[in-house]
């Protein structure tokens, strides 16, 4: 009612009857992660529309299964498909997209087989060959069943639609009538009767699923450019891809795999250095990496953290928690905001203790406050502006240990970020047979529905009730690969709801099926991972820089009998002192956090 255009609807079905045209538009946002990643790889270096289709190191990473974040291609069933196939033109990846789909599924095996030269293409008839070779004697296409119908029985463009229709909506009908015609036709051109109603059959089997070429190679062609990007140019392409995502931690932390696969650096956020989007950034050594984005840190919104690259650019780099206070205001900062910058570490440039910089918030939004309102009131200095504020200390304040920082990073950023807890629990999880989460779909794909061992960090949990009135729950865990989830029933979810407490490490034993690209778990067994590390032989070495850490540790560790041995290496002037110590020890990875945290100890490692 209020556009200034008269406008109206047409059920979709009665459009062509009103003697309209129906379009459908689909909005893409991989579209935008093209132009985004162009613009930061530069105008006039890559031209999306003539890129090459022939590009060897595309296709040897589509080979290679290498399709994380590549448009329609990324699914685990998918690259998969994509090992077997071994694409190495445009049309391989048309075909692709058009098979991939309940029914024509069952024609990927043929396709593959006679692809890879294992079997003989079979066109039917010889005068099929030319439709059928491009897709190795299969059916793909809808346009296929149109170019059949007029090459083999001289239907019409036209007519050959229609067929293609009658057969899609199976009327017996005018499946019959178009039977005989299509019959006859190819009996006129010489074709065997026999053989003309074998073929109508089996094109008519297939027409009842098949695909348009018209519209899979459009997004063929947005799959190839992707995938061309994140081969040629991975820097660009996973900062545009990440800038896509920014609300999404748990594929951002998928992307973040993927980077530490390919040796890609991401740097943390920082006040001093990010964007409000991913970037790129140049590192000493030359090698480009990708620059964690303000806006994606969680409770931090884009147009604040957009105002404040722009204060950044236009005065500089921001000396202090005070400097910066004093110049973003309160328009830009606000409480959550700036707990959530801090505890993500983008004010570490400004000043390393975390927890310093955590307490000091309320005092920082009231130095803002004031500068705001001197701002706003148009007060002047009556020296001018050209003396600095004199420098203002932050209170004392020890700093939090590693598995505190590491609790903070992910309430801020969704996902472990400088490290991950378990990263301490070091050659243990083997000794216990633990598998990562993220290895779960191909072992399960390689020897069917398994039981498996994970470790994690317990992250949130749902409880329900069943219709019969019995109470289970989905448990959310993290480990270093990502994060799962793990089905738990009545029975094992009364007898272990003490240890299901957010941060806790538990070691679980679970029935793992794949459910189409979904690994769906069923928790058969859960126990606290310090408690089942607590009969394993890990030894510890101790790196300590000065002797007044001996005494600390010597509390520490007294009453932590075991089966593990450690050893002392003092630092000293470039020369390490080791000695082992008289005993044997049990030392939980909760505890080893404590030791590396005492003041003197540099490093605590397990052997």
Same mark, same amino acid.
């Given at each position: ?9 047409? &059920? ?29 790889? =530069? ?31 990324? =699914? ?76 083999? +029985?001289?239907?019409?463009?036209? =007519? ?12 017996? +009908? ?111 050594? =030359? ?46 900062? &606000? ?17 390393? &203790? ?30 001018? &502006? ?24 992910? @309430? ?32 399960? +794909? ?34 270093? +690969?990502?994060?799962? @989830? ?40 859960? @126990? ?76 605590? @490692?397990?052997?």
């Amino acid at each position: 009612a209020r556009s200034s255009m008269p406008a109206t609807q047409f &059920n979709m079905k009665y459009v062509e009857q009103a003697g309209l045209v129906k379009f459908d538009f689909l909005g893409l946002k991989t579209l935008t992660v093209l132009d985004r990643a162009v613009d930061l790889i =530069g105008r006039g270096k890559v031209e999306l529309d003539k890129l090459p289709l022939d590009d060897a190191p595309t296709y040897a990473m589509l080979t290679r299964g290498d399709a994380t974040g590549v448009f329609q291609l990324e =699914g685990s069933g998918m690259r998969d498909t994509l090992r077997k196939l071994k694409p190495n033109r445009f049309e391989d990846i048309i075909a692709l997209v058009a098979l991939y789909r309940p029914g024509p599924m069952d024609d990927i095996p043929k396709y593959i087989s006679v692809k890879n030269g294992n079997e003989p293409a079979d066109y039917l008839h010889p005068m099929l060959k030319d439709i059928l070779q491009e897709t190795y004697g299969i059916m793909v296409y809808q346009e296929q069943v149109m170019q059949i119908a007029q090459v083999l +029985s001289s239907y019409s463009l036209g =007519g050959a639609d229609l067929l293609r229709r009658a057969m899609g909506k199976k009327i017996q +009908s005018e499946m019959d009538a178009q039977r005989t015609t299509f019959v006859e036709g190819a009996v006129a051109n010489k074709v065997e009767q026999h053989t003309a109603s074998m073929i109508f059959d089996k094109v008519a089997k297939f027409a009842g699923y098949g695909f348009n070429k018209c519209h899979s190679a459009p997004y063929a062609m947005v799959a190839y450019q992707t995938a061309y990007l994140k081969a040629n140019y991975p820097v660009e392409f996973f900062a545009a891809s990440m800038t896509l995502d920014m609300g999404n931690p748990d594929k951002l932390n998928v992307f973040r795999r993927e980077l530490d696969r390919l040796k890609i650096p991401l740097l943390a956020p920082d006040i001093n250095k990010s964007r409000e989007i991913f970037s790129v950034e140049t590192m000493p050594d =030359g090698k480009k990496a990708i620059r964690y984005a303000l806006s994606a840190v969680r409770n931090v919104g884009r147009a604040a953290m957009t105002g404040l690259v722009v204060e950044r650019e236009k005065g500089g780099a921001f000396k202090d928690v005070f400097d910066m206070a004093r110049r973003l205001d309160t328009h830009i900062l &606000n409480k959550r905001l700036l707990e959530s910058l801090v505890k993500a570490g983008a004010l570490d440039c400004l000043n390393a &203790n975390r927890a310093q910089s955590l307490q000091a918030v309320e005092s920082l939004l009231k130095i803002a406050g004031a500068a705001a309102e001197e701002r706003s009131s148009n007060q002047v200095n009556l020296f001018g &502006n050209a003396a600095e504020p004199a420098r203002q200390a932050l209170p004392p304040l020890r700093d939090w240990g590693m598995m505190e920082k590491l609790q903070h990073e992910f @309430e801020a950023i969704g996902f472990y970020f400088s490290s991950h807890p378990l990263e301490s629990f070091g050659k243990s999880l083997g000794r216990l047979g633990v598998v990562r989460a993220a290895e779960l779909p191909n072992l399960i +794909s390689s020897r069917g529905e398994s039981r498996v061992r994970l470790a994690g960090t317990l992250i949130d949990k749902q409880e329900r009730t069943s219709a019969r009135g019995n109470r289970f729950a989905f448990v959310q865990l993290s480990d270093q +690969s990502g994060t799962y @989830e793990v089905m738990i029933f009545s029975e094992l979810l009364s007898s272990r709801r003490d240890l299901l407490q957010p941060g806790t490490a538990l070691l679980i034993g679970a029935d793992a099926r794949l459910d189409g690209d979904m690994v769906k778990m069923t928790g058969q067994s859960i @126990e606290s991972l310090d408690k089942a590390l607590a009969n394993t032989s890990a030894g510890l070495r101790i790196v300590i820089k000065e002797t007044d850490a001996l005494e600390p540790l010597r509390r520490a560790i007294k009453d932590l009998k075991g089966k593990g041995r450690i050893t002392l290496a003092l630092d000293l002037d470039n020369q390490e002192v080791e000695m082992a110590l008289p005993g044997l020890y049990n030392v939980p990875p909760t505890v080893r956090h404590k030791l590396a945290d005492l003041p003197g100890v540099l490093q605590v @490692e397990e052997v």
